[in-house]
């Protein structure tokens, strides 16, 4: 049972254009949700999370966006950069502060085209 | 850089042997979780302690078990290896009133 899916296993963007990283979850007790990117050989790093109690959080190019109704969030990067490929995986977290568990997807691999 | 450290990086063992894997957090991160992530997959959450107590397991047998330490070091012990074993281990530690966990650069385990 996938509680968090991520249906797009790749993507291919240009340079310069925005990404879009798309992640559902069947899970209304999850109160946090965060992106995690990940390149070869290394661990996976926090990029951006937003809490149940928001829509959007931002952070310079990275935005996520939550529609809690759709259990739907995403994460846009604009503009994207080479540097951006990898792959991203989105987790969700139920817990008290502090001692949270994540379950994540199972990622999406981004490409960005110079 | 994390400040998570994990070793060794990259292992190798025979089916039926037993592993640890060792992680060492910054300090004041009372909270690791382990997580294996299999070829192709997200990482699926084994347990994780808390003040050097188990806080939660996964889906995960028995003979996956860990501790952690007061200096902030925890272990990922795993016995009876089994070939499905065969995975990239990843430690996660966070601080106190903190959402993101910080992740190691993983232990990349064989059984052969």
């Known amino acids: 049972d996938q509680q968090v899916k991520q249906n797009s296993p790749s993507l291919s963007v240009q340079e310069g254009r925005i990404s879009i990283l798309n992640c559902d979850y069947t899970?209304?007790?999850?109160?946090?949700f965060l992106w995690y990117k990940k390149y070869p050989a290394e661990g996976p790093t926090f990029l951006i999370s937003?809490?149940?109690?928001?829509d959007k959080n931002e952070d310079g190019r990275f935005t996520v966006f939550l529609n809690k109704s759709a259990k739907h969030l995403s994460l846009h990067i604009v503009p994207s950069q080479p540097g951006d490929s990898a792959v991203y995986f989105c987790?969700?977290?139920?817990?008290?502060?502090?001692?949270?568990?994540?379950?994540f997807g199972t990622g999406t691999r981004l490409k960005v085209l110079a | 850089e994390t400040g998570v450290t994990q070793s060794p990086t990259h292992l190798i063992k025979t089916r039926g042997q037993q592993v640890t894997l060792r992680c060492s957090s910054q300090?004041?991160?009372?909270?690791v979780s382990w997580y294996q992530q299999a070829l192709g997959q997200g990482p699926q959450f084994i347990f994780q302690?808390?003040?050097?107590?188990?806080?939660g397991r996964g889906n995960f047998p028995p003979r996956f078990s860990g501790l952690q330490f007061p200096n902030y070091s925890s272990e990922l012990n795993v016995n009876a290896l089994e070939l499905d074993d065969s995975a990239l281990y990843l430690c996660?530690?966070?601080?106190?009133?903190?959402?993101?966990?910080?992740f190691g650069q993983g232990t990349r385990l064989t059984v052969v």
């Open positions: 996660a530690s966070s601080l106190p009133e903190q959402t993101e966990a910080f």
């Open positions: 899970n209304s007790m999850f109160d946090y």
């Open positions: 937003i809490s149940s109690i928001k």
């Open positions: 987790a969700a977290s139920v817990g008290a502060s502090g001692t949270y568990k994540y379950i």
């Open positions: 300090s004041g991160h009372n909270t």
């Open positions: 302690y808390y003040r050097e107590e188990e806080n």
